[in-house]
């Protein structure tokens, strides 16, 4: 079993740096067994997938946000964390966290993280 | 990379089998078995229902089931209950261009 929790700021300005930290707890192992990824949510629309990173740090990010996103690991922590650079109300949404299994599920998810941009 | 296309809504009395449609292309849901479904209760975060197309994970009721026929996949859900009343989503592999996933517009289920 595996429980994500995250935080992170949750009101920024046009321009900013939208940064979010997921922590991971649950059997010693499993910090390896997923790929670790970002999901956001707009109000009222599905979820979209941003990006993922594995232990070792190989990361795949959605095409459309390739220049502003990053997703870095700490395995020693077991956190993983995203930073999205030049938010734009477009960029509001839920963000969650969550573990990509290798059957292509997201089998855990973070509580979510309300991130509003506006000036 | 487009989203899988549902529709918006369905509804059905207590007892009744819904089925959910979720369509895509042959880049994505029609060329891969990596197809899950997402259950959605208002202002929390979206549980896995099913895997690999048809597959459920421990805990999730035997209510719940998934199939695919070309680029459609399918969530039915019997014996409905009130319970079961939320947003369903699909979400699927994207294929090699991206190795990205695309999740669908969403349903939102009823029981009347």
């Known amino acids: 079993q595996v429980q994500l929790q995250q935080w992170g700021a949750g009101l920024l300005k046009p321009s900013e740096t939208l940064s979010l930290i997921c922590a991971v707890y649950?059997?010693?192992?499993?910090?390896?067994?997923?790929?670790w990824t970002w999901i956001r949510q707009p109000p009222g629309k599905g979820p979209e997938w941003i990006g993922e990173?594995?232990?070792?740090?190989?990361?795949n990010y959605d095409p459309s946000l390739k220049s502003r996103v990053t997703i870095s690991v700490d395995e020693s922590k077991n956190q993983f964390s995203l930073n999205l650079t030049s938010v734009t109300a477009a960029d509001t949404a839920v963000y969650y966290c969550?573990?990509?299994?290798?059957?292509?599920?997201?089998?855990?998810w973070g509580q979510g993280t309300l991130v509003t941009v506006s000036s | 990379q487009s989203a899988l296309t549902q529709p918006a809504s369905v509804s059905g009395s207590p007892g009744q089998s819904i089925t959910i449609s979720c369509t895509g292309t042959?880049?994505?849901?029609?060329?891969?078995?990596?197809v899950s479904w997402y259950q959605q209760h208002p202002g929390k975060a979206p549980k896995l229902m099913i895997y690999?197309?048809?597959m459920r994970p421990s805990g999730v009721s035997n209510r719940f089931s998934g199939s695919k026929s070309g680029n459609t996949a399918s969530l039915t859900i019997s014996g409905l209950q009130a319970e079961d009343e939320a947003a369903y989503y699909c979400?699927?592999?994207?294929?090699?261009?991206?190795?990205?996933?695309?999740f669908g517009t969403g349903t939102e289920v009823t029981v009347l």
């Open positions: 649950g059997d010693g192992g499993s910090f390896s067994d997923y790929y």
């Open positions: 690999e197309g048809n």
């Open positions: 042959s880049s994505d849901v029609g060329s891969y078995n990596l």
């Open positions: 990173i594995n232990h070792s740090g190989s990361t």
């Open positions: 969550a573990a990509l299994a290798v059957a292509g599920s997201f089998d855990y």
């Open positions: 979400c699927s592999f994207a294929g090699p261009s991206t190795l990205g996933y695309v």
